[in-house]
């Protein structure tokens, strides 16, 4: 049997999963980390994406988070996100016209504030839409 990480995932809507990993994937602020049981302890603060968690048998669940907080200890993961949802609850329509709309909005930035708005939202709605692709490649492989 191979070890695993007690992984939490927690949003300000409520608990979205509590559970073992062999490993898991987070998209860190500096980049993406990959986590093993017994990684060394650390924080990070989180940027929007995919957390890819490999389970028992090769299996891998992926959720979106829209940023937050990362906390690594040897034998648990806790990802406290801004915005959490599993793939599979994931708007892809919605998401598509957000990321249109964001697009126009930076073609068309007409200050500061609404631009960096535009950029927060294209940044969202392309890790959303990452996260579909993750969620349909995992179903392609079993």
Do not use: W
């Not at 990480?5 to 999963?17: K, L, N, P």
Request: net charge negative.
């Amino acid at each position: 049997m191979a070890m695993t990480i007690h992984v939490d995932i927690v949003s300000a809507e409520g608990e979205i999963f509590s559970g073992l990993a062999e490993m898991v994937i987070v998209p860190a602020y500096d980049g993406e980390v990959g986590i093993l049981p017994r990684h060394a302890p650390f924080l990070s603060t989180l940027r929007a994406g995919t957390v890819m968690l490999r389970m028992a048998g090769g299996r891998e669940d992926c959720f979106y988070v829209s940023g937050g907080i990362l906390e690594v200890q040897p034998h648990m993961v806790t990802v406290l996100a801004d915005t959490a949802l599993r793939a599979h609850d994931i708007d892809e329509a919605a998401a598509i016209k957000a990321k249109q709309h964001a697009e126009h909005l930076l073609s068309d930035h007409q200050s500061n504030f609404e631009y960096a708005k535009a950029q927060t939202e294209l940044a969202e709605t392309v890790a959303q839409l990452q996260t579909l692709t993750c969620m349909r490649k995992r179903n392609t492989r079993q």
